[in-house]
Structure formats: C-alpha cells, structure tokens
C-alpha cells in the first residue's frame, strides 16, 4: 500500500463514520430511570448498549470480520472494545464453549488495561474464575474462555478462536506484523456471527500493516477525537489541546488523524513516497555502507546496513535493514550485496571499539575467497542532524529515491529528528554511503 492509496481509503473511511452523542443512559428521562426496579436499574447499568455512545458500539450483522478504533486518546477506545467482548461472553452458552484472546503489548497490558476494563463493567451477577498462572479468565455459565497474550510472543499457534480484543497494535514488538499474521488465522471457530477482532490503537507513524487492514473491504473503522467523549473533565482537555496545538503529535494523539512522519523530522514521507522507484537505472558507482553497533557483543544496539548508489545526482538506494545482528553476520550480508549489486567499496564508520568493523569485513571476505573491496572509514563530525541536512534536501529536491519499499529505514528516515534520545543505524549508513557518493556533496 503506497500513500496515494491510502489517502483514497481514508476519505471513504471518513465518508462512512456515523453519528456520535450522548450513551442510552444520559438520554433517558430521569422519571423512567427512577421508575426501574432495582434489579432492572443494575442490569440496564452493565448493558454495553446503555453505556456506550453510538459511535463504540459495534453491530452484529455479517459485514465486518475487523473492526479497528482509530481515535484520540480518551475517547474511550477501551471501553468501546470491552463492551463488544461482554456483549460475545453474554452469547455464549456452556454447550459451545468459545476462546477469546485478549492482545497487548505486554501481560501486564493484557490483565491491567484490558481485563480491569472489563471486569469493571460486567454485571456483578456474571460468574468467572481467573487463572493467573495460565494467564487465563474462564466464564463457567458461558462456556468462554479468555485467554492472555502478550505481544512479545509473535507466534499464536493452537488455540481455535471466535475473537480478539487486539490494545495498541503499533506498540507491539517487532512491529507486529508475524502475531498478526498468526492471530488471524486463529480466528476460524463458527458461531452466530463471524470470528472476528477488534483493534483498539492510536494512528501509526508510518504506512504500516494496521493502515492495510483499515484498507481491506470487511474492515470497519471508527475514527474520533478527544473532545467527543462527554465524561473527560473539560479543563482537562482544554489544556491538552492548547499544549499540542498546530503539532503533528496533537492531531494524531488528540483528534486521532493519520499524519505520517514527526514533527520536525528531516524526511518527509510524502517526499520519499512521491519519488519512489520500481528499478534503478544505470549506476556510477555502488557503496553497501554499514553502521555497525558500537561493540561485536550479542546484545549491542542494531546494525544499520544500506546500499545505494549514484548517477548524475541522484541516489537510489537498493537495498537496507536494521538488525541486531553479530559481527560475522552484518559481514557477510554486506558481501552479499556487494556481490549482488557490484558495489566498488564498502563505507563504515569506526566506532568505539577501534578497528572492528574494517577487521570484521576484511576477515570475512578472506574467510569466503572473495574480491577484496576497498573499505573507506567515515568518521562523523558534527551533530547528527548536520550530517544528514543535505541528504534531507536532497530528499525534499527529488534527488533521493528508494527502489521499492524499506519499511525499516523509511520508519527511520521519517520520525528521528534532533531532540530525539535515539540514533537509528539505518539513517547513518544512508548518510555515511551518501557522503561518499557525492564526495561530501560537492556533486550534489
């Protein structure tokens, strides 16, 4: 999914929200309410149907197998998917028992945000066990089981599902996107409805798997802001939205809006989206370029790789990732592309532990019988963001394009900026194998 396409779905996504207001139970005549026996007043109380706005509350027609709450913070995403997994335990009858996953980033999301959430809500007269060593919650009367998942484990095999409660996909690890995979097709068990899933997330920064789904046709997307939810404190609000107005971060944590990038990113998305390539033509000269982690100790940071080349002014980058990868592992990968795309030189930047990144390639290529290739030391000297300033114009100039897609240097490329607390490897092998290229940009 490129931006353009996203952009068409997005307006039909906008086209199709419904109304929102004010829940059952702020609508009813207080007369009517004080006229309920109290049995009546405490089941009308814990009916999702009585509590939600119009806008939280998903039918149970066969037109959706996802449904995805895309908002602002404090809308009230949460309870919106709470109440759908009570109204699915309230159908569910001993003779066909049913599992439901409940997905967060961590366990601990799992029982202190999702099932708190739940358990609050559910009439006292719902009988359920919680197995905390299996990280369970099992309801008798039912026949459902809810199971915990943490998105640390990106595999989801065994269980047979009738749904999921997925709590901010773009915060699972490793992006998300194998658990996902798995997820979905645990979800096969039949019943009155579809198995179905329901996301509960804040916009992502970047094109990624959650704005796909949103894309696919038996996808429902809920979208809202802040402010429609009635039950925040005002003044609360009011302060949030004067501190993050006219930012990026507060149209997409506060109004829930997709706005790709961050505030005072070098890259754009739209610039790198708008001169993206399928094949790179001819090239001048080919670097593979390697930001090596600054130790060749297991648990060291993530490697950046990139190879790119140059012709008459333009770079192209062909190949990227960034890994947590051991020395002879980056080594070889970078041979590979060299190999692959004729590099002439390899670019790497001496880090703390003196000359291992030179001795690691130059090992590795001895090891495997190779063509030796000259290895150039780049050395940074200034801030990070100096360093990668002409590459940022020469991304908004048209003069930088990636072949196909790199999600991982792309995600990079488009949320560091210099007040960030992180350096991303791929960004400096970009920046190191361009500075080369170009001679330092004198041919740029």
Same mark, same amino acid.
């Given at each position: 999914?490129?931006?353009?396409?996203?952009?068409?779905?997005? +307006?039909?996504?906008?086209? +199709?929200?419904?109304?929102?207001?004010?829940?059952?139970?702020?609508?009813?005549?207080?007369?009517?309410?004080?006229?309920?026996?109290?049995?009546?007043?405490?089941?009308?109380?814990?009916?999702?149907?009585?509590?939600?706005?119009?806008? +939280?509350?998903?039918?149970?027609?066969?037109?959706?197998?996802?449904?995805?709450?895309?908002?602002?913070?404090?809308?009230?995403?949460?309870?919106?998917?709470?109440?759908?997994?009570?109204?699915?335990?309230?159908?569910?009858?001993?003779?066909?028992?049913?599992?439901?996953?409940?997905?967060?980033?961590?366990?601990?999301?799992?029982?202190?945000?999702?099932?708190?959430?739940?358990?609050?809500?559910?009439?006292?007269?719902?009988?359920?066990?919680?197995?905390?060593?299996?990280?369970?919650?099992?309801?008798?009367?039912?026949?459902?089981?809810?199971?915990?998942?943490?998105?640390?484990?990106? +595999?989801?095999?065994?269980?047979?599902?009738?749904?999921?409660?997925?709590?901010?996909?773009?915060?699972?690890?490793?992006?998300?996107?194998?658990?996902?995979?798995?997820?979905?097709?645990?979800?096969?068990?039949?019943?009155?409805?579809?198995?179905?899933?329901?996301?509960?997330?804040?916009?992502?920064?970047?094109?990624?798997?959650?704005?796909?789904?949103?894309?696919?046709?038996?996808?429902?997307?809920?979208?809202?802001?802040?402010?429609?939810?009635?039950?925040?404190?005002?003044?609360?609000?009011?302060?949030?939205?004067?501190?993050?107005?006219?930012?990026?971060?507060?149209?997409?944590?506060?109004?829930?809006?997709?706005?790709?990038?961050?505030?005072?990113?070098?890259?754009?998305?739209?610039?790198?989206?708008?001169?993206?390539?399928?094949?790179?033509?001819?090239?001048?000269?080919?670097?593979?370029?390697?930001?090596?982690?600054?130790?060749?100790?297991?648990?060291?940071?993530?490697?950046?790789?990139?190879?790119?080349?140059?012709?008459?002014?333009?770079?192209?980058?062909?190949?990227?990732?960034?890994?947590?990868?051991?020395?002879?592992?980056?080594?070889?990968?970078?041979?590979?592309?060299?190999?692959?795309?004729?590099?002439?030189?390899?670019?790497?930047?001496?880090?703390?532990?003196?000359?291992?990144?030179?001795?690691?390639?130059?090992?590795?290529?001895?090891?495997?019988?190779?063509?030796?290739?000259?290895?150039?030391?780049?050395?940074?000297?200034?801030?990070?963001?100096?360093?990668?300033?002409?590459?940022?114009?020469?991304?908004?100039?048209?003069?930088?394009?990636?072949?196909?897609?790199?999600?991982?240097?792309?995600?990079?490329?488009?949320?560091?900026?210099?007040?960030?607390?992180?350096?991303?490897?791929?960004?400096?092998?970009?920046?190191?194998?361009?500075?080369?290229?170009?001679?330092?940009?004198?041919?740029?």
């Amino acid at each position: 999914m490129d931006l353009a396409t996203w952009h068409t779905h997005e +307006q039909r996504i906008d086209a +199709q929200q419904t109304p929102d207001g004010a829940p059952l139970l702020a609508r009813l005549p207080r007369a009517f309410v004080d006229s309920l026996a109290p049995v009546e007043a405490l089941a009308l109380a814990h009916d999702p149907r009585a509590y939600l706005r119009p806008r +939280q509350q998903l039918t149970t027609d066969g037109a959706w197998l996802v449904a995805v709450f895309m908002a602002g913070r404090g809308w009230g995403k949460s309870l919106a998917a709470a109440g759908w997994v009570i109204g699915e335990i309230l159908r569910g009858t001993p003779d066909r028992p049913a599992d439901f996953a409940l997905v967060a980033p961590t366990i601990d999301d799992c029982w202190g945000l999702q099932w708190r959430t739940i358990k609050a809500l559910i009439s006292p007269w719902v009988r359920y066990i919680e197995r905390a060593a299996r990280n369970q919650v099992v309801f008798p009367d039912h026949g459902v089981t809810l199971l915990m998942h943490s998105s640390e484990v990106t +595999q989801y095999r065994g269980p047979n599902l009738r749904g999921a409660w997925c709590e901010e996909p773009v915060k699972w690890a490793a992006g998300g996107v194998e658990l996902w995979k798995n997820l979905r097709l645990a979800l096969r068990v039949a019943g009155l409805t579809p198995p179905r899933a329901v996301l509960t997330t804040t916009p992502p920064r970047e094109l990624n798997w959650t704005l796909g789904l949103c894309c696919e046709p038996t996808t429902r997307v809920v979208r809202g802001t802040m402010r429609d939810n009635p039950t925040l404190d005002s003044r609360a609000v009011d302060a949030a939205y004067r501190a993050m107005a006219g930012t990026i971060e507060g149209d997409r944590e506060l109004n829930g809006r997709v706005v790709l990038g961050t505030d005072g990113a070098l890259f754009r998305l739209e610039d790198l989206e708008a001169h993206r390539v399928q094949e790179a033509p001819s090239l001048t000269s080919i670097v593979v370029s390697v930001d090596p982690a600054q130790s060749a100790k297991r648990d060291a940071d993530p490697v950046g790789l990139v190879c790119l080349g140059v012709t008459s002014g333009h770079l192209y980058v062909l190949e990227s990732c960034s890994e947590r990868l051991e020395p002879a592992a980056w080594a070889q990968r970078a041979i590979d592309w060299a190999e692959r795309y004729r590099a002439g030189r390899f670019v790497v930047e001496p880090t703390g532990s003196g000359s291992y990144p030179r001795a690691t390639l130059e090992a590795q290529m001895r090891i495997g019988g190779l063509m030796r290739r000259p290895i150039t030391e780049s050395k940074a000297k200034g801030s990070k963001a100096d360093r990668a300033a002409p590459l940022s114009a020469a991304a908004a100039q048209g003069r930088l394009h990636l072949v196909g897609r790199h999600e991982q240097l792309e995600r990079e490329l488009t949320t560091w900026h210099p007040a960030a607390n992180f350096s991303p490897g791929g960004l400096d092998a970009l920046v190191h194998g361009a500075s080369v290229l170009t001679n330092n940009w004198r041919s740029l």
